[in-house]
């Protein structure tokens, strides 16, 4: 019998969920996962006006257990949704396998995400300032119910705040992703993500590399 993790499982409720409509489109990719930064820039998928579903995904990583792409109204430039394959709604629901991956990879794909767009991933400086938000459930402010984690970088022109909740939680005016913005952030930070595994590699060693992309690591090239 496949294990949770690996099994894929539609969403239960009448409602479709455009999160489950992206995963069904976008197969896991050879490792290390990250499309090629001159890649076609999105994934497309169906339009839903009942959920909002995007109508297209701009995918940065999509691995045997999660997915990564830009967020379709972000709070900030670069705001990214990192997104559990399978079909579950809380994070407490999740596999140990889906956790495993998603602990590799949260400190990777945040690195890319903020080097990406605020130094355009060629800075080996320091990381500049970033949310992650999770939410479970209704009363906890999940619009989505499908596990997914927003990776949300603090650019330069927004200001320090230190006693206000928005800047914890992640909260900030939405607006509608720029197509051709979005396509110019794709290739940066694609590249800035290749960076990162391979700082891993460099910094970690191959064992660390190893749990990050499994067995199937082969003859890749950055």
Not at 183 to 197: A, D, H, N, Q, Y
Request: hydrophobic share 35%.
């Amino acid at each position: 019998m496949p294990s949770p993790s690996t099994t894929t499982t539609t969403n239960p409720s009448s409602t479709p969920c455009p999160f489950c409509k992206i995963t069904s489109l976008t197969p896991p990719l050879p490792p290390p996962y990250i499309p090629s930064p001159n890649s076609p820039p999105s994934t497309s998928t169906p339009s839903d006006t009942n959920t909002n579903a995007n109508a297209n995904a701009h995918i940065l990583l999509s691995t045997p257990h999660l997915l990564a792409f830009l967020d379709h109204a972000p709070i900030s430039r670069g705001h990214v949704l990192l997104v559990i394959r399978r079909h579950v709604e809380k994070a407490s629901a999740m596999s140990v396998d889906e956790g495993q991956a998603l602990g590799a990879w949260l400190g990777v794909v945040g690195r890319g995400v903020v080097r990406g767009v605020v130094m355009g991933g060629d800075d080996d400086d320091g990381i500049g300032d970033w949310n992650v938000v999770q939410n479970n459930g209704a009363r906890a402010a999940q619009v989505v119910p499908h596990v997914h984690f927003h990776i949300i970088p603090r650019t330069d022109d927004v200001p320090e705040v230190k006693a206000r909740s928005w800047t914890v939680f992640g909260k900030g005016q939405r607006e509608d992703l720029d197509e051709d913005e979005a396509k110019v952030l794709l290739g940066r930070i694609r590249r800035s993500l290749r960076r990162e595994v391979e700082r891993v590699r460099v910094q970690e060693g191959e064992g660390a590399l190893k749990l990050l992309l499994g067995e199937g690591k082969g003859g890749w090239k950055l």
